[in-house]
T-cell receptor
Framework: EPEVTQTPSHQVTQMGQEVILRCVPISNHLYFYWYRQILGQKVEFLVSFYNNEISEKSEIFDDQFSVERPDGSNFTLKIRSTKLEDSAMYFC???????????FGPGTRLTVL | AQSVTQLDSHVSVSEGTPVLLRCNYSSSYSPSLFWYVQHPNKGLQLLLKYTSAATLVKGINGFEAEFKKSETSFHLTKPSAHMSDAAEYFCVVSRGGNYGQNFVFGPGTRLSVLP
């Protein structure tokens, strides 16, 4: 059964460093998402991506964040200069068509020291 | 704006007894509603979804949920709990939008199943 994969499973970085979180969505899906879950808090929407551009982003997704789909398979989330408060579990999701089911990856745990 | 309330942060049941996880939502239009489950160190797995068809929705692993518009509820039930059901459960409402869906998650309910 096809699934969304994410790498790495755990990333530790120093404050101020850049990180790139990688996701491989399901191959025939058209909509892509990033969410995050700070420890002990609810899962929050960050950004949605369709047709090679951002379709919607939340207030959390400021200028420090960016997404791209560089090669038609990977979907990446970049944080330019990490802050302590960026420590969280980051989930990628993909969806085949509108009003269908979002498939989530296992998440990347980001720890900023 | 959409929002989701899960009334219990933790529910504990004995194996073989019924499970009830409560969810209430608010939405400015007819929503799509979902229940996801997260086992430790695993991703989010879809249990079931409601998208304006039948109000009683059956999902995987014996779970079902009933959409009650008058009560703005979408409670998750299972007749008989199994040890493998122990996990975190999230109720989700779809915000909709022009491109894809943007989910609003509830805070989650941790289900413990006692032997």
């Amino acid at each position: 059964e096809p699934e969304v994969t994410q790498t790495p499973s755990h990333q530790v970085t120093q404050m101020g460093q850049e990180v790139i979180l990688r996701c491989v969505p399901i191959s025939n899906h058209l909509y892509f998402y990033w969410y995050r879950q700070i420890l002990g808090q609810k899962v929050e929407f960050l950004v949605s991506f369709y047709n090679n551009e951002i379709s919607e982003k939340s207030e959390i997704f400021d200028d420090q964040f960016s997404v791209e789909r560089p090669d038609g398979s990977n979907f990446t989330l970049k944080i330019r200069s990490t802050k302590l408060e960026d420590s969280a579990m980051y989930f990628c999701a993909s969806e085949r068509e509108r009003d269908n089911e979002q498939f989530f990856g296992p998440g990347t745990r980001l720890t900023v020291l | 704006a959409q929002s989701v309330t899960q009334l219990d942060s933790h529910v504990s049941v004995s194996e073989g007894t019924p499970v009830l996880l409560r969810c209430n939502y608010s939405s400015s239009y007819s929503p799509s509603l979902f229940w996801y489950v997260q086992h430790p160190n695993k991703g989010l797995q879809l249990l079931l979804k409601y998208t304006s068809a039948a109000t009683l929705v059956k999902g995987i692993n014996g779970f079902e949920a009933e959409f009650k518009k008058s009560e703005t509820s979408f409670h998750l039930t299972k007749p008989s709990a199994h040890m493998s059901d122990a996990a975190e459960y999230f109720c989700v409402v779809s915000r909709g939008g022009n491109y894809g869906q943007n989910f609003v998650f509830g805070p989650g309910t941790r289900l413990s199943v006692l032997p």
